[in-house]
C-alpha cells in the first residue's frame, strides 16, 4: 500500500485522557498537512511540516495539540486532557513540495471523546 | 464569512442527470482542489487546478481565476457518484476548505 496511512481509525476515550494519532505519508513525500474535521464541515487546517520542520500551526491548535514528525517520515498527533469539543476526525495529507502534484489524503482517525 | 463558499449544500439527481457544483473563494490563491470524501471519511483529490479547465472521465473541473470561482461537473451521473465534494483553495501554505456539497444520485 504506498498510500497515506493512518492509526488508529477509530479512538474513543474518555475526558481527559491523552490520544496520539500516527500519519505515515507516501515515502518521497516531504509536506505532511494535518487537518481536524466537524461533523458537517469541511475539513480546517491545523498544521504542516516540510520534513521534520514544522512550518505553520493554526490558532486551533491550543496548547493541548503537539505534532511531530521527528525524522521527516511519519508523524503524530497528541492531544492532552481531551475535551468533548476534540471529537472529530482527524486527517492527515502528503504531498511532494507543492511541485504541481496532487495531494493524497489519508483515510482519517475518527476520535470520539466520551 | 468563510473564505470558501460552495453551493449547492446538497444536491440530489436522478441517475444520467449532469450535475455542476460551484466554489466561489474571497482570498487569492496558487490552487484550488476538488476532494471527493465518501461516508467513511476517506478523502481523494480529484483535481488540482490552477488555470482553466481539467477533465478525468466523466468529471470536468474548470476555473475564472479572475471572477474567483470554480465549477465541477458530473457527467451521466452515477449512484456511485453520491459522496461530499469539497473545494479546497491554497493560499500561501495554507488551505481553506468549503463546507462541502453532499451529492446523492438515486437510481
Known amino acids: 500500500d504506498t498510500g497515506v496511512s493512518q492509526n488508529p481509525r477509530h479512538k474513543i476515550t474518555k475526558r481527559g485522557q491523552n490520544v496520539t494519532f500516527r500519519c505515515d505519508p507516501i515515502?518521497?513525500?516531504?509536506?505532511l498537512y494535518w487537518y481536524r474535521q466537524t461533523l458537517g464541515q469541511g475539513p480546517e487546517f491545523l498544521t504542516y511540516?516540510?520534513?521534520?520542520?514544522?512550518?505553520?500551526k493554526s490558532r486551533l491548535l491550543s496548547d493541548r495539540f503537539s505534532a511531530e514528525r521527528p525524522k521527516g517520515s511519519f508523524s503524530t498527533l497528541e492531544i492532552q486532557r481531551t475535551e468533548q469539543g476534540d471529537s472529530a476526525m482527524y486527517l492527515c495529507?502528503?504531498?511532494?513540495?507543492?511541485?504541481?502534484?496532487?495531494?493524497?489524503f489519508g483515510s482519517g482517525t475518527r476520535l470520539t471523546v466520551v | 464569512k468563510n473564505e470558501v463558499e460552495q453551493s449547492p449544500q446538497n444536491l440530489t439527481a436522478q441517475e444520467g442527470e449532469f450535475i455542476t457544483i460551484n466554489c466561489s473563494y474571497s482570498?487569492?490563491?496558487?490552487?484550488l482542489h476538488w476532494l471527493q470524501q465518501h461516508p467513511g471519511g476517506g478523502i481523494v483529490s480529484l483535481f488540482m487546478l490552477s488555470s482553466g479547465k481539467k477533465k478525468h472521465g466523466r468529471l470536468i473541473a474548470t476555473i475564472n481565476i479572475q471572477e474567483k470561482h470554480s465549477s465541477l461537473h458530473i457527467t451521466a451521473s452515477h449512484p456511485r457518484d453520491s459522496a461530499v465534494y469539497i473545494c479546497a483553495v491554497k493560499a500561501g501554505n495554507q488551505f481553506y476548505f468549503g463546507t462541502g456539497t453532499s451529492l446523492t444520485v438515486i437510481p
Open positions: 515515502s518521497e513525500h516531504n509536506r
Open positions: 511540516f516540510q520534513n521534520e520542520a514544522q512550518l505553520e
Open positions: 482570498v487569492g490563491i496558487s490552487a
Open positions: 495529507a502528503s504531498s511532494l513540495w507543492d511541485r504541481g502534484g496532487g495531494y493524497t
